[in-house]
């Protein structure tokens, strides 16, 4: 078990801190002191490489250049990461970038002053909230302008904008234009907007009429001040725009050594809506979708962006602590009668903060050398309906559930809660990394690392090169578990399971297969599995195929309540008669979740059997094994169903059917059949369940002419 980590307060010191971050932050960014005193204390020099996985603004970059040592930055918000990349560029010309913006603010400035709308200058009379001008007024596109908040900005300060950035495009010179591009980001946001920033970001004193090209042109020149002033650009840093929660991908093996960060707390701030303005103005987020994939690839800290698919919370569905606090969450709503999305969503959001953080902690360590050090700056939160998360211990327990050793939690601060008048922490989590072989792997360690480690000691022990199957029985598992000096897990079978149905074997598994194959486990008798060489047959939807629009038939109360599960999914296919419509056959359902033994394989399931007929009196049994979210469909599965239907129902045509959710709630369904190159897909379709009347004569004259080719 993880010792009791050291509580310390952190030095408090601030030293001036350099105008360079204020270019453009974050109002909720942390300070750049704390970057400097973890440098220090883990004495970091000018050889190391420090990672900050969530490096917004970049803060921790911009500090660790200014120490010189280099710095790699991860960021999936393209606003954060156009800010950072573009901080980290001092390789310019101050004078050239100062010579370039008086050309631009000159040349805008001109064409504002025509218009009657220069800086300064007497507005005409307003009507409707607009100037009575000659010429109508630059706005944004209407779908850009759906995603910002109402009212954030007036119509004359953001006519100004637009003019300028016209200009910037007819001027264009790519030595400036990042820098340029920034300043009118932050003066867009702090000198010509209507928000306000608090705690949450909100409308404030509404500027009709705030000046742009003034404050735009005053901003580029404190960066060409501050870009004088800065060393030579010797020290490597660099920002990528991802994901944090999949790491490996993008970063060399042992390549770091110190990370420093603030991740988001699991609260009700949506981070995007922070930046949102901005993103519009600059072209990073023009459309609801593309606000939608940008939230899809952020750690899920809040109700707004969480997705059908979404499964982080299946990686702590074994811890307690965290399981106890979105419990008490949903208890609480109960209790309190809150019955709003947004607020049933309370529980699983918190389980879903914790279970992204547990796929960065697990995905980072390939990516640490030994011994490597880590700070995460975190806060204690009760947003949701005042229930408190400790959010500095829940991590630091997942931290050492994967074999980090937990240092301590430094106290940074305490804040009052609002509404419980409780003192909230905000504290460093202190981490160190002890490196894969010495890791810890007894006692609380994350059971999805358990199995992979067990699974992984069981195959290597039996493997011999050129082998294409190896038999083993279940209770191997537990020999392997007591080899790795490991707690038994307590359902073997949920072990197994897990490999056949949910996930793919471990790389250290697959390394073995050849070109176009894939290693899988099959059952092979009561308590017996064989690691199998088989033909690889991903089945996944094929994302280039059209989609069919069915009225939706589920009863309202079943979709109120209906989760993103396989059981959400089934019932959808049921009440839309999606099996008789896919198959073109008259079906019925017979039985869910049938469970049964085959002889030569051993107990076997599938999600639910229907059983059907048409027109010329064939009858057809139809297993379904269905999937939610980011779960695999699995060749295993099909074959089972094959063998569930030949030795129960052997009079009867098997048609053995799949169901998957995909993106927008979208369903794919697919048909198999067995030969020679094993269970391959025969037929492929999509379906989107939506309101009649969203059902066009456009879309109907579609459906016509398939029906005709």
């Not at 993103?564 to 049921?574: M, Y």
């Not at 939610?628 to 569930?644: P, T």
């Amino acid at each position: 078990m993880r010792p009791a980590a050291a509580t310390t307060q952190v030095n408090k010191l601030r030293p001036e801190d350099s105008a360079l971050h204020d270019w453009y932050r974050f109002v909720l960014s942390y300070p750049p002191h704390l970057v400097r005193n973890y440098a220090e204390r883990f004495s970091l020099g000018s050889g190391a490489t420090v990672l900050d996985p969530f490096c917004g603004t970049g803060t921790t970059l911009v500090e660790c250049k200014l120490r010189g040592i280099g710095s790699v930055g991860v960021e999936a918000n393209p606003m954060a990461a156009f800010a950072s990349r573009t901080k980290l560029d001092w390789d310019i010309d101050a004078g050239g970038l100062s010579d370039h913006a008086d050309a631009v603010a000159e040349a805008a400035a001109s064409r504002l002053a025509a218009q009657g709308l220069g800086d300064g200058q007497d507005l005409p009379l307003f009507r409707s909230g607009r100037p009575l001008t000659g010429a109508p007024l630059l706005a944004l596109p209407e779908e850009s302008n759906a995603i910002l908040l109402t009212n954030s900005i007036s119509p004359v300060p953001l006519h100004r904008l637009l003019t300028l950035l016209a200009v910037l495009r007819e001027q264009h010179d790519p030595a400036f234009v990042a820098h340029e591009r920034l300043a009118l980001a932050k003066i867009a946001v702090f000198g010509a907007s209507n928000l306000s920033f608090g705690p949450e970001i909100g409308l404030g004193k509404i500027r009709r009429d705030a000046p742009a090209v003034a404050l735009w042109r005053a901003a580029v020149a404190q960066m060409a001040a501050d870009l004088r002033g800065l060393p030579p650009e010797r020290t490597a840093s660099s920002l990528l725009q991802a994901d944090s929660r999949q790491l490996p991908r993008m970063l060399s093996a042992e390549s770091i050594d110190a990370v420093i960060t603030s991740p988001p707390y699991p609260n009700e701030k949506d981070y995007t809506r922070t930046t949102r303005l901005e993103s519009v103005l600059l072209g990073f987020l023009n459309s609801r979708q593309q606000l939608r994939s940008l939230k899809q690839d952020l750690l899920r800290s809040n109700t707004r962006g969480v997705y059908i698919g979404d499964r982080d919370d299946q990686l702590v569905a074994h811890n307690q602590a965290i399981q106890k606090i979105a419990a008490q969450i949903e208890k609480r709503r109960i209790e309190l009668g809150k019955t709003s999305g947004f607020e049933k969503l309370y529980a699983r959001v918190t389980q879903l903060y914790f279970g992204g953080m547990t796929r960065h902690f697990a995905e980072l360590r390939a990516a640490l050398r030994p011994g490597a050090q880590l700070a995460y700056v975190v806060g204690d939160q009760a947003s949701y309906l005042q229930v408190m998360i400790r959010t500095g211990q829940l991590l630091a327990d997942v931290a050492d559930s994967l074999g980090y050793e937990v240092v301590g939690l430094d106290l940074f601060r305490t804040r009052l809660a609002t509404a419980t008048r409780e003192q909230l922490r905000e504290e460093a989590v202190i981490l160190r990394w002890p490196g894969p072989k010495s890791r810890r792997m007894r006692g609380s360690m994350n059971t999805k690392n358990a199995y992979t480690a067990i699974i992984e000691h069981l195959f290597h022990d039996k493997f011999k090169p050129g082998d294409r199957h190896i038999d083993f029985r279940r209770e191997e598992l537990a020999e392997a578990a007591s080899a790795l000096n490991l707690d038994l897990p307590k359902n073997l079978g949920d072990l197994v399971y897990s490999f056949r149905y949910r996930t793919a074997l471990p790389a250290s598994i697959q390394q073995h297969a050849g070109a176009g194959e894939a290693w899988l486990i099959r059952p092979a008798g009561r308590a017996r599995y064989r690691f199998v060489l088989a033909r690889d047959n991903p089945i996944a939807p094929n994302r280039a195929l059209s989609t069919t629009k069915i009225p939706d038939a589920t009863p309202g109360v079943v979709a109120k309540y209906a989760l993103s599960d396989e059981q959400a999914l089934l019932a959808k296919v049921r009440y839309n008669r999606l099996i008789d419509i896919f198959t073109g056959v008259a079906c019925y359902s017979l039985q869910s979740h049938l469970r049964t033994a085959v002889p030569d394989i051993g107990q076997v399931e599938t999600d639910e059997i229907y059983i059907g007929i048409d027109k010329r009196g064939r009858q057809y049994v139809l297993p379904v094994q269905a999937k939610g979210g980011n779960d695999k469909l699995s060749v295993v599965q099909i074959e089972q169903d094959l063998a569930i239907c030949a030795h129960k129902f052997p009079s009867l045509i098997c048609r053995a059917i799949a169901a998957q959710f995909m993106a927008e709630g979208e369903i794919a369904l697919f048909e198999f059949e067995e030969s020679d190159d094993g269970v391959t897909v025969t037929e492929e379709r999509h379906y989107r369940l939506v309101p009649p009347e969203e059902l066009s004569d456009a879309d109907l004259a579609v459906y016509r002419a398939r029906a005709e080719s």
